[in-house]
């Protein structure tokens, strides 16, 4: 008797998967189609891929061709022509059979060209949108992990109708041309996500800039942030204490909310009562109690902060200090028996102190009430997906070379002299569909800790110069954002372009 071939159950698609857009370019759209698969996770060679039929003889050489390891998963056709929709290669294509019919187009095709906008800046992980007017064009870019790309060029005689639908969509005057406007918009199709607007008038026209927030619950560990295990013990031991101050410090951009949010999100929230004010909010935080700010109204993180001490906290966020009665206010909330978590504007962690002081705030409550600082930037991480070693480009070599502070850290911690530089391979990322052909994808942080000690204190109390401070926190192995960022090339996350742009000696 015949026995009966063996038909191997594939699990079904898992109901995440279609919302994971972030490796859908990773097969061209045309093979999505042809061979009804798409891949929705990776992890280096590994892949995990969705299809009709799993067994397809063409799906096979594909994967022969392009991975190490797959895991398959059965996928209806309805799941296909949902993410062909969703792959970025069809919006160029789409927009441009729009103003192919239609160059200025109606409120119907106008709508839809935003929509289209909006949509693919979400599957691209833009942070924000840029429509900029030029002399005889429109560009829509795109920053991308950090990094603005320019992703589509309209033409000049839709400006007018393209931001007076922005106007209309934020709720803003359509017939004001002349002054700056800001505004808010909710996308139906996106109802967990909300796009901060501005529209300032320029030589060429309005330029329309959106910041995307994404209104859910951003759950990011310490550890995907960048943070070492002996830098998450420091974080864990000093947010179980009762009172102080917190501090994340860097640029605009830099990551310090977010930071803040992961360590709130490691708090055990159920006995205490948590609130932030922030401007804006970027995410919406289970058990905490969240304040936009808003000084129309004369809601500022100070006034803010003098309501919240009445409302008994705990703990408190304040989403930035810009001005002395902030600081004044949230260093004397720590003072009384309150944790406080906040950002200031400062290069590096040493300056953090002076600071404070220089905005007001006595020399005896810093020293006291400061029980951590951080000082951060956020450096592109290497494609995962076409990351690869070699050695490093004679350019790059050259500019490590010239800093002095580079090649100190490199042959103290890691036994690296300039000469084995040259022979030595790093990762880097090749360029695929999946970065855009950039070789990086998601940012990390690299960080550098100031933990005081008595010593310091005293120099505070003193009114010690910043460098006094740094001299004090060396002796207690303090690691520089420069030391976590090389440690992080040595590691393969990171490339030494990323390090050298996002840190300089400090002089």
């Known amino acids: ?93 789409e927009i441009e059979k729009i103003l192919t019919r239609d160059e200025n187009p109606t409120n119907g095709n106008l709508a839809e060209i935003v929509d289209m906008i909006i949509s693919y800046s979400f599957i691209r992980r833009a942070s924000d949108i840029h429509i900029e007017p030029r002399r005889n064009d429109i560009a829509v870019r795109f920053r991308v992990d950090g990094t603005l790309r320019e992703v589509l060029t309209l033409p000049k005689s839709m400006l007018q109708s393209l931001v007076a639908r922005f106007k209309i969509m934020a709720n803003l005057k359509i017939d004001e041309h002349r002054r700056p406007q800001d505004g808010r918009l909710e996308p139906e199709e996106f109802p967990e996500t909300s796009l901060r607007i501005s529209i300032v008038p320029t030589l060429f026209g309005e330029k329309i800039a959106l910041r995307i927030l994404n209104d859910t619950s951003k759950s990011m560990s310490l550890q995907e942030l960048g943070f070492s295990e002996e830098e998450r013990d420091i974080l864990v031991e000093n947010i179980r204490k009762p009172h102080g101050l917190i501090v994340t410090s860097g640029p605009t951009g830099s990551g310090k909310t977010t930071t803040l949010y992961s360590i709130l999100q490691q708090m055990e929230k159920d006995d205490l009562n948590v609130s932030t004010l922030e401007d804006p909010i970027e995410y919406t935080l289970p058990g905490v109690n969240q304040i936009q700010i808003n000084p129309r109204i004369d809601l500022t993180f100070a006034s803010g902060l003098r309501s919240l001490l009445r409302q008994d906290p705990d703990i408190m966020m304040v989403g930035e200090i810009r001005d002395s009665e902030t600081a004044f206010m949230a260093a004397n909330a720590a003072m009384t028996g309150h944790l406080v978590l906040t950002t200031i504007h400062t290069n590096d962690a040493a300056s953090v102190f002076s600071r404070f002081m220089e905005m007001k705030v006595e020399d005896f409550v810093v020293a006291s009430t400061v029980n951590l600082v951080i000082a951060q930037r956020l450096v592109r991480r290497i494609c995962r997906n076409c990351s690869t070693k070699t050695k490093l480009d004679p350019v790059v070599l050259d500019k490590i070379k010239e800093r002095s502070d580079i090649l100190e850290v490199l042959n103290k911690n890691h036994g690296f002299s300039a000469k084995a530089l040259k022979e030595k391979k790093f990762s880097h990322g090749k360029g695929c569909d999946v970065c855009l052909s950039s070789g990086y994808e998601g940012r990390v942080g690299i960080f550098e800790f100031i933990v005081p000690n008595k010593k310091i204190r005293d120099l505070i109390l003193s009114q010690g110069s910043t460098d006094d401070v740094r001299a004090a926190a060396d002796e207690l192995g303090f690691r520089t954002m420069l030391t976590d960022g090389i440690a992080k090339v040595i590691e393969g996350e990171t490339t030494f372009e990323e390090v050298m742009r996002t840190t300089k000696p400090i002089n």
Not at 56 to 77: M, P, Q, R, T, W
């Open 1 to 93: 008797m015949k026995r009966a071939s063996k038909v191997k159950n594939y699990p079904p698609l898992p109901k995440e998967a279609k919302e994971n857009t972030e490796y859908l370019a990773s097969m061209p759209r045309d093979l999505v189609k042809e061979l009804q698969a798409f891949v929705f996770d990776m992890d280096g060679n590994t892949a995990k891929i969705a299809a009709v039929d799993p067994s397809n003889s063409g799906l096979k050489k594909y994967i022969a061709d392009n991975f190490n390891e797959v895991h398959l998963y059965k996928a209806e056709k309805k799941d296909i022509e949902y993410m062909l929709k969703k792959h970025p290669a069809d919006f160029v294509d």
